[in-house]
């Protein structure tokens, strides 16, 4: 019997070169595609896919965000990323969060297939570019001895608003990306203002961008969110 597979990606070239990768045979089978971390949300909750193959760089909800989400909604999905990033930090992330492989972009499709089989068997798969230079760093002890972020006692979904915010989406912007309610999300800003010891828009998008949550062209500082 064939797997259900869910492909996320917001360039359409990409999922259909997937989609023609997996339908050369017949362990894979397509049932939808997401072009953003909303869709692939709502998506997953109806169709309840078995493994979610999904890019880290999605508008408005990105790969690690959506991640969350999705395993929030449906745990049973098993979450493969497919990125053309492969620095640690978005690995780490990444698996912190959920995803049971990362992949990629560059890989063989033999690659992304034996990633694919893996996963559908419980097991978890790095590239292998990606896993030599997690060894290296936890050998170095990087992982073990990084300075904590003022960011660390953020929940995810607060994370996914700052981002926002270092990106200049207004609230009436972020509410609609995620789905909030607009005095939820100023709700979010009073609270992380709180929690980081700033007291406007500009100190939460410092923050941010000093901290590389986002590689978002530094707004207007002056943007009040409303």
Aim: glycine residues 8%.
């Amino acid at each position: 019997m064939s797997l259900d597979v869910v492909l996320v990606d917001d360039h359409k070239l990409v999922r259909d070169g997937v989609r023609t990768i997996l339908e050369r045979g017949a362990e894979f089978r397509v049932v939808g595609e997401a072009e953003n971390g909303a869709d692939a949300v709502h998506l997953c909750r109806k169709s309840q896919p078995d493994i979610v193959l999904m890019d880290i760089g999605l508008p408005g909800m990105n790969g690690i965000e959506t991640t969350n989400e999705l395993l929030r909604h449906c745990p049973g999905i098993k979450i493969v990323i497919l990125s053309m990033f492969d620095d640690e930090n978005s690995v780490v992330s990444a698996i912190r969060s959920g995803a049971r492989a990362f992949v990629l972009k560059k890989a063989s499709s033999t690659e992304l297939l034996d990633a694919l089989r893996t996963v559908a068997r419980g097991g978890s798969y790095l590239s292998s570019q990606v896993s030599d230079r997690l060894l290296s760093r936890i050998q170095r002890g990087d992982l073990e001895t990084h300075e904590r972020s003022p960011l660390e006692g953020l929940s995810p979904r607060e994370l996914q608003v700052l981002r926002l915010v270092a990106e200049g989406k207004t609230s009436k912007d972020i509410a609609v990306l995620l789905d909030l309610g607009l005095q939820t999300v100023r709700s979010y800003r009073k609270t992380m203002m709180k929690k980081l010891g700033v007291n406007n828009v500009a100190g939460l998008t410092q923050l941010a961008l000093a901290a590389g949550l986002t590689n978002w062209n530094k707004p207007d500082v002056n943007n009040t969110l409303d």
